[in-house]
């Protein structure tokens, strides 16, 4: 079963307004850390911002945010004034511990494909 | 300036050959790690090293192989086991679970 779900093949948004990116996740782990990544064309990925299951407010980092909503498991990623730069891929990730041991990873989504237009 | 370089960008291979790519970082980061990207997926993890001389296997690691000899470098090589792969590889250096660093990414085209 997918461990991160983002529901959002693609979407637009009007340069200068607001967008929410949906992300949600599966884990019976009560520590756990979701991130938000950007991938431009070029392919380079970027950290945007990390939650952590135990935080008690939601991530901010500059014009992003992190709707974390623990109860429905959500991870929503709102990017505030879009502008033209943030046209790019953006995927939700999700750290897990691996079966056997303590050792961890990261488990993506597939991606929301975001474009601003003018 | 610190960072993460892979090389080469794009790399073809012929069926049957093994090719190498390759990760450094000058980040000082214990940790580094493989990722395949597949057109319109997100990233699956191939294997990852925590420390110089220790490698794990992760979920897509068949046909794959690494070697963690010096802190720096983490290289990745594409065996002819592997049966698809065409692919975006990228590599990523972390010195804690709080955020990964990613490399430009290498390009591999089975030709």
């Known amino acids: 079963a997918q461990k991160i779900t983002q529901t959002q093949p693609g979407m637009f948004v009007q340069e200068k307004e607001a967008v929410t990116l949906d992300c949600t996740y599966d884990?019976?782990?009560?520590?756990?850390?979701l991130f938000w990544y950007k991938q431009p064309s070029s392919g380079e990925m970027i950290f945007l911002i990390y939650q952590g299951s135990y935080d008690q407010q939601n991530a901010t980092e500059g014009r992003y945010s992190l709707n974390f909503q623990k109860a429905r498991k959500s991870a929503n990623l709102v990017i505030s004034a879009s502008q033209l730069g943030d046209s790019a891929m953006y995927f939700c990730?999700?750290?897990?511990?691996?079966?056997?041991?303590?050792?961890?990873?990261?488990?993506f989504g597939k991606g929301t494909k975001l474009t601003v237009n003018p | 300036d610190g960072g993460i370089t892979q090389s080469p960008k794009y790399l073809f291979r012929k069926e049957g050959q093994n090719v190498t790519l390759s990760c450094e970082q000058n980040l000082n980061h214990d940790a580094m790690y493989w990722y395949r990207q597949d057109p319109g997926q997100g990233l699956r993890l191939i294997y990852y090293s925590q420390i110089v001389n220790d490698f794990q296997k992760g979920d897509i690691a068949e046909g794959y192989s690494v070697s963690r000899e010096k802190k720096e470098s983490f290289p990745l090589t594409v065996t002819s086991a592997q049966k698809n792969p065409t692919a975006f590889y990228l590599c990523?250096?972390?010195?804690?679970?709080?955020?990964?660093?990613f490399g430009p990414g290498t390009r591999l085209t089975v030709l």
């Open positions: 884990t019976s782990d009560p520590s756990y850390g």
């Open positions: 990523a250096s972390s010195i804690t679970w709080n955020e990964q660093f």
């Open positions: 990730a999700m750290r897990e511990k691996f079966a056997e041991g303590g050792s961890e990873k990261l488990v």
